[in-house]
């Protein structure tokens, strides 16, 4: 039998059953001046679509060098497998986004 499962992007958590295999999901408000910890998504890939604010996605290259993109309202980033990355705030407001790997 086919399943359904529904959530609010509005409200920060997770918005995918842990049921779901190959897929998960968050939707993050993070503060000003806050930023994610350094990770990789390994063998995932991963989408990052920005609800409200602006934020400064950074990633690290091969030579460990850091480029960082400036997210904003509506704004979706694609990060490949296996790249070393963090979600930064510089602004002065909260931004609220979603991510999304598999």
Do not use: C
């Not at 990060?79 to 002065?92: A, D, E, G, K, L």
């Amino acid at each position: 039998m086919a399943r359904v499962v529904t959530r609010s992007y509005r409200r920060p958590g997770k918005l995918l059953p842990q049921s779901a295999r190959h897929f998960k999901g968050r939707s993050i408000r993070l503060p000003a001046g806050e930023a994610v910890e350094w990770h990789s998504t390994r063998r995932r890939e991963e989408v990052i679509l920005i609800f409200r604010g602006s934020v400064s996605l950074e990633v690290r290259d091969g030579d460990g060098r850091i480029h960082a993109t400036r997210l904003t309202d509506g704004r979706l980033a694609f990060i490949t497998p296996q790249v070393w990355h963090r979600v930064v705030n510089r602004s002065r407001r909260q931004a609220h986004y979603l991510y999304i790997t598999a």
